[in-house]
């Protein structure tokens, strides 16, 4: 269980940085499951093992912040994107 929480931890800071950098609403979707995901391990990680709860929660507290912080600004870009489009197709 400790291998796949790592594996979906790791795809999913992967994905959150390609989605800051080619945002969609569907890769935010999936960025948000893979978040969801990993949380979901590492609860359950901490309930069946909760001998390392100062570490699990520090390095937990390390993801959440980094990977909120990603999808939250690939939101932005993804709306900023879209105003700029309808800026565009009011201009012509």
């Known amino acids: 269980m400790v291998l796949l929480h790592v594996i979906i931890a790791c795809i999913s800071l992967g994905f959150t940085a ?3 950098f080619q945002p969609s609403a569907s890769k935010l979707r999936v960025s948000a499951a893979l978040i969801a ?3 979901a391990s590492g609860a359950y990680l901490l309930i069946a093992k909760p001998g390392h709860m100062l570490e699990t929660c520090t390095m937990g507290l390390l993801f959440i912040v980094l990977t909120t912080w990603g999808t939250v600004a ?3 870009k993804l709306a900023a994107q879209a ?3 309808r800026n565009d197709r009011s201009v012509r």
Do not use: P, Q
């Open 74 to 76: 690939a939101r932005n």
């Open 18 to 20: 390609y989605v800051f």
């Open 37 to 39: 995901s990993t949380l």
């Open 83 to 85: 105003m700029s489009g």
